[in-house]
């Protein structure tokens, strides 16, 4: 599966993949959870990475048969997020770096996420990343979320490249379904939350953003080790 097409553009997965965020929805659900006598098991974190928060939480909500809503968890995450988002977001190792590859070599980069868009907007501007990305995709601007190809072949559309020219980057098995699908150069970079996930037709696995075959398959100079 060689591939023929030069790589014209990079988007990026936001949770797990760019930021650290994966492992604070864990902390933000362990404590809705615990409110009502329930765990939140890796399994269970599994089942809702990558997926849009309203499908996420219903996935919470029926794996333990809560009896609340949508709306009532969505409220209490948003109550709940921006304390933790202060103390403790951090962008994921290899990705400062990686952009300013990418800037250097004039590669237009985008970001493609199931989270709500005031949340992206928060988080990058948090990061001061806002500015670096020709556009941002969020779950408003999709019908179907991930593992559904929509937000990949939006991406590439908006792009005005085929989608073999596009280089996804994502953390998750629905994220990297989803960008496989669209027919994509879809590489995973796993963090510790998705490591046992599978990552089925990505033309390979990457151990972080800095791993040097991401730099090699978009023909930027090599990393320098730290």
């Known amino acids: 599966m060689g591939q023929s ?3 014209r553009a990079v988007v990026f997965d936001l949770d797990g993949l760019m930021v650290n965020t994966e492992e604070l929805y864990e902390e933000v659900g362990a404590t ?29 909500i029926d794996w333990h048969a809560l009896d609340a809503t949508v709306a009532q968890l969505e409220a209490e995450t948003d109550a709940i997020f921006p304390a933790i988002l202060d103390a403790r977001l951090a962008p994921m190792p290899g990705l400062l770096a990686l952009l300013t590859a990418l800037d250097a070599a004039a590669i237009p980069k985008v970001v493609a996420t199931s989270s709500r868009r005031t949340f992206v907007d928060d988080v990058l501007s948090r990061l001061g990343l806002t500015a670096r990305f020709a556009f941002l995709l969020t ?16 991406a590439c559309r908006r792009l005005e490249l085929s989608p073999p020219q596009v280089f996804v980057l994502e953390d998750s098995e629905n994220g990297c379904r989803a960008a496989v ?33 991401i730099y090699a398959a978009l023909g930027l100079p090599a990393p320098h080790s730290s």
Request: with cysteine; charged share 20%.
């Open 5 to 7: 097409l030069p790589l």
């Open 32 to 60: 809705l959870l615990r409110a009502r006598g329930k765990s939140f098991t890796g399994p269970l974190l599994d089942a809702m990475m990558g997926r849009p928060t309203p499908v996420a939480l219903q996935i919470m």
């Open 139 to 154: 779950a408003e601007d999709v019908v179907c979320g991930k593992p559904d190809p929509e937000i990949y072949t939006t």
């Open 181 to 213: 699908a669209a027919g994509t150069f879809a590489v995973a970079v796993p963090g510790f939350h998705s490591r046992a996930h599978s990552f089925a037709g990505a033309r390979f696995v990457a151990d972080s953003l800095a791993d040097p075959r």
